[in-house]
């Protein structure tokens, strides 16, 4: 359960995924750089080999940087399960499981370059290391096909370059034509870009609607002490405008001794605050104002459990 949402942590999981593309497509352009007769002569060897390794260090530090941020941010809130198994995500799942197929790769070939030296055959980690392009290739439809920024023109710069690079690069050491060089990085290119302003083209959601209908899904906590009592329901509402939302009751003898409200929208983070003003069994009513003045009225309903989890929850929010 997701209570709180921070810039920090979304702007940081939207950081680390970049840094991570980034860095990604240098180690493999590295590396083909490296690969063929046509190597870099100007560097030693061994010096590049130790850069190549090292790159790989940091692309999976970045990665696991992001999906941790991920984890934590109340935005688009993921299960253990829909960080690690692919396609069980409900936003965006076949864009979202590419990236998760390409960490668990990246896992893999870490785990192949570790016992390179050990216990596998060149020849086997040799062609294990292919698995790099369906690395990269995967973290690049993730990035162009689930990413916030993935129609932003610095985001699409940098999507353009790192294509036109592997893609020069991979001719340069499998075709070794200069035209074909030109044609295959070109045609990359274009190839991202047509998807990114096509079919993948980002279209935001309207964000702080005034007025919404959300399923609310969220638990019922209760702690009774000698004369008061606290009731705390904390959710999330699911739908147009992703909210979440926490009403705390302290109860008295008999009585309702206050009560506080707050409504939080995402992604933006804008903060409804205020007080129920009327409790049901399963349900409440409460106000709230944002920062600039504007008033809410909230209700929501859920069906009994007999658990602390909500069972069929709806939240109403009009002006």
């Known amino acids: 359960m997701h209570l709180t949402s921070s810039p920090v942590d979304w702007y940081a999981a939207r950081a680390g995924g970049v840094v991570a593309y980034v860095l990604l497509s240098a180690v493999v352009s590295l590396g083909l750089g490296l690969a063929g007769k046509k190597r870099m002569q100007r560097w030693p060897r061994f010096a590049l080999e130790d850069v190549h390794r090292f790159g790989g260090l940091l692309v999976g530090t970045f990665v696991v940087l992001h999906v941790a941020t991920i984890a934590i941010d109340s935005w688009l809130p993921f299960s253990p399960l829909a960080l690690v198994v692919p396609l069980v995500s409900r936003y965006r799942p076949i864009w979202t499981g590419l990236g998760i197929v390409a960490a668990e790769l990246l896992l893999a070939l870490a785990v192949t370059n570790h016992y390179r030296h050990r216990r596998l055959s060149y020849e086997f980690w040799r062609k294990a290391h292919y698995l790099n392009f369906a690395v990269w290739g995967a973290a690049t439809l993730h990035g162009l096909g689930s990413g916030t920024d993935r129609s932003a023109s610095w985001f699409l710069a940098l999507e353009a370059a790192a294509v036109a690079s592997v893609a020069a690069l991979a001719a340069r050491r499998f075709l070794r034509t200069p035209q074909t060089v030109l044609l295959t990085s070109g045609a990359a290119v274009v190839c991202v870009l047509a998807l990114a302003l096509g079919p993948l083209r980002f279209h935001p959601k309207p964000w702080n609607a005034t007025s919404f209908h959300d399923t609310l899904t969220g638990q019922v906590l209760r702690q009774n002490g000698v004369t008061t009592g606290i009731v705390s329901m904390a959710g999330n509402g699911r739908g147009s405008q992703p909210v ?76």
């Open 244 to 319: 979440l939302v926490r009403a705390d009751l302290l109860i008295g003898q008999q009585r309702l001794a206050s009560t506080e409200f707050q409504m939080e929208y995402l992604p933006s983070g804008l903060l409804c605050r205020g007080s129920v003003t009327h409790v049901q069994g399963f349900g409440f009513d409460a106000t709230c104002r944002t920062p600039g003045g504007a008033r809410r009225f909230v209700h929501a309903v859920w069906q009994p459990s007999n658990g602390p989890d909500l069972q069929g929850g709806v939240l109403d929010v009009h002006a």
